[in-house]
């Protein structure tokens, strides 16, 4: 490519040179026009044609010149070293680097995985253990919903335990904060926890239906299995609603990426402090029902 620029630009010199010369030869044509015709008696007209024509050729000539003149001055620019011909072959270099460096796809996983385990855990619980109905009748609701928190929260505790020990010692999962990690799992343990006991109490048989479908969304839009831009609108659209995307994230963060993780850890608190006022609220209710229930077998 550049040997031929260069032929090309020798080609554009030679041509400018040889214009140079025909307006040369239409410039000596011209001056003898007059000598011409002085000694000619017939065809003036055509003489005069001929003396337009040549008027003609010479502007064109002179505009060739410039032009001429000017895309050498241009061409005369280019540089056609082997460096500048290397950059126009290959304009663009790609240079990649990694975040965080994952030795294996399990621990690229982890996060993901580490998150099913907790919701799955909080599915057998919230199977296993009446959230609603208490032991003897309670005064209050906070002192009911505590009934059942207190039971809730120390399953919760143990959980995570296990699986801090299980990742930690057993796999020898690497994370950047051990104290840190602990405190992510235990909050999500929470989370799920709350969020289960919540759509129970909330919503009775629909809401333990409804738990199973909160967990087919969170696999698909939560963005553990697969990058959010991999999947569909309605995916995309779900991620930021899902309670999972804040565990994951700030799971992958201790876990490979090492970015900051505050604003999950807030959004996690934040959700599980509403589902458990929820809770309360929902045990204010079922107080109030059972003070009238009172009622109306007093006046029966």
């Known amino acids: 490519m550049t040997a031929g620029l260069t032929t090309y630009t020798q080609g554009v010199s030679t ?49 060739l010149a410039s032009s ?25 270099h790609e240079v990649t680097s990694d975040v965080a460096k994952i030795p294996n796809n399990g621990t690229g996983m ?47 505790v143990l959980q995570t335990v296990l699986l801090d020990w299980s990742l930690t010692s ?16 235990l909050l999500g343990s929470w989370l799920f926890l709350s969020l289960i006991f919540c759509l129970r109490l909330l919503l009775g048989g629909f809401g333990t239906w409804l738990v199973s ?26 991620n930021t609603w899902l309670p999972m995307t804040y565990l994951i994230n700030a799971l992958r963060s201790l876990i490979s990426t090492h970015q900051s993780l505050t604003l999950d850890l807030w959004v996690i608190t934040g959700l599980i402090i509403g589902f458990n006022l929820l809770m309360i609220g929902r045990f204010q209710i079922g107080l109030h029902q059972s003070v009238l229930a009172v009622i109306e077998d007093e006046a029966d």
């Open 213 to 238: 479908i909160v967990l087919v969304l969170q696999l698909a839009g939560a963005g553990g299995l697969y990058p959010t831009y991999l999947v569909n609108a309605f995916a995309r659209s779900l």
């Open 110 to 156: 982890a996060p993901f995985a580490i998150a099913i385990g907790l919701y799955v855990g909080g599915i057998a619980l919230g199977t296993m253990y009446e959230g609603f109905l208490p032991h003897r009748k309670p005064r209050w609701a906070l002192t009911w919903w505590a009934s059942k928190a207190s039971v809730v929260a120390l399953v919760g």
């Open 170 to 185: 057993a796999t020898h999962l690497h994370v950047a904060d051990q104290g840190l990690f602990f405190l992510v799992l």
């Open 68 to 92: 001429l003149t000017t895309g050498v001055q241009k061409l005369s620019i280019l540089h056609t070293t082997t460096r500048n011909a290397d950059a126009l072959a290959a304009p663009i």
């Open 15 to 63: 041509l400018a040179a040889g214009n140079s010369a025909i307006g040369t030869g239409l410039a000596a044509i011209q001056q003898n026009l007059p000598t011409l015709t002085a000694g000619t008696t017939q065809l003036t007209a055509g003489t005069t044609a001929l003396q337009t024509g040549t008027i003609q050729l010479l502007k064109g000539s002179a505009t």
